[in-house]
């Protein structure tokens, strides 16, 4: 069973930074593409960043689009998500996500609140 742990959430003022990490193990990371996806009270979860099992294609939602950097460690079956210039309307929980063998994995989330 492929695990996806997140960490790195917590509370910080707009304008701030928190650098979100996703370690996953029992996969064969390296050849997944990777995703963050986020979920504020009330809404749907959305796609906030996504790459490629290389690192060298990456995509954003317009909405962190020049705030957000999403990368990779394969050495170190871990991704992160950089995120800066902190907004409240970030305050979400962020969860990590990829596919092998037709399965769609999640991890739990961390939680981010953006907030004075």
């Known amino acids: 069973q492929v695990q996806l742990v997140e960490s790195g959430g917590g509370l910080v003022q707009p304008g701030g930074s928190l650098r979100l990490s996703c370690a996953a193990s029992?996969?064969?990371?390296?050849?997944?593409?990777m995703g963050w996806y986020r979920q504020a009270p009330g809404k749907e979860r959305e796609l906030v960043a996504h790459?490629?099992?290389?690192?060298?294609?990456?995509y954003y939602a317009d909405a962190v689009k020049g705030r957000f950097t999403i990368s990779r460690d394969n050495a170190k079956n871990t991704v992160y998500l950089q995120m800066n210039s902190l907004k409240p309307e970030d305050t979400a929980v962020y969860y990590c996500?990829?596919?092998?063998?037709?399965?769609?994995?999640w991890g739990k989330g961390t939680l981010v609140t953006v907030s004075s």
């Open positions: 790459i490629n099992s290389g690192g060298g294609s990456t």
């Open positions: 029992r996969i064969i990371f390296s050849i997944n593409a």
């Open positions: 996500n990829t596919g092998a063998s037709g399965i769609n994995y």
